[in-house]
């Protein structure tokens, strides 16, 4: 069974730093695509960046691209988002997700994909 864990979310300033992790239990870590995911009150929810397991292949969503940066330790089943240079416009509940990805490139990215378990969401609220 897939079973996903976020933490670090919080309050931070615009223009600080937050790293989220995402602990990963009860399936093969590097046969999985990991994604990080957000939604915002009254919004629909939105990929934000995705790493592939296998070979390390990101994606990242235009409105993060160069300010936020996935990466994935292998060894602690564990996936991190880094996260640069907040804008009050990323606030949002940040979710991770596991999707079966037995092979190397570019990963599913998108909130309709067909993931396999999605975590309880952490919440980042940055202020103006």
């Known amino acids: 069974e897939v079973q996903l864990v976020e933490s670090g979310g919080g309050l931070v300033q615009a223009g600080g730093s937050l790293r989220l992790s995402c602990a990963a239990s009860g399936f093969t870590f590097d046969d999985y695509a990991i994604g990080w995911f957000r939604q915002a009150p009254g919004k629909e929810r939105e990929a934000v960046s995705c790493?592939?397991?296998?070979?390390?292949?990101?994606f990242d969503s235009h409105s993060v691209k160069g300010r936020f940066t996935i990466s994935s330790d292998n060894a602690k089943n564990t996936v991190y988002l880094q996260m640069n240079g907040l804008k009050s416009e990323d606030t949002a509940v940040y979710f991770c997700?596991?999707?079966?990805?037995?092979?190397?490139?570019?990963?599913?990215?998108?909130?309709?994909?067909?993931?396999?378990?999605w975590g309880q969401g952490t919440q980042v609220t940055v202020s103006s």
């Open positions: 997700a596991a999707a079966r990805y037995p092979i190397r490139g570019t990963p599913p990215c998108y909130a309709g994909y067909r993931y396999d378990g």
């Open positions: 790493i592939t397991n296998r070979d390390g292949t990101t």
